[in-house]
């Protein structure tokens, strides 16, 4: 999918965590005009293979004011 996209994203990978079947991780998909923030969950067949692979996007903002005082801004 992101090899056919017409301007694949420049991907930054952030962390990869998981043990056995299941698997997570974080990257940054920066599309020059855009940057998403991307989880992908995978689950793995006992064979090792992609059996289920869930994408979550989203983009930075800024927090609203009520919860600003336990953010930290990166």
Do not use: C, S
């Not at 992609?50 to 979550?56: C, E, G, N, S, V």
Request: glycine fraction near 8%; hydrophobic fraction near 30%.
């Amino acid at each position: 999918m992101q090899g056919d996209f017409p301007k694949p994203p420049t991907i930054t990978l952030r962390r990869v965590a998981g043990r056995g079947r299941f698997w997570t991780v974080e990257d940054v998909n920066d599309y020059g005009d855009e940057v998403w923030h991307v989880i992908v969950v995978r689950e793995l067949d006992d064979e090792g293979r992609i059996l289920r692979d869930t994408r979550y996007y989203g983009q930075k903002f800024d927090p609203p004011e009520w919860r600003r005082e336990w953010v930290e801004l990166t």
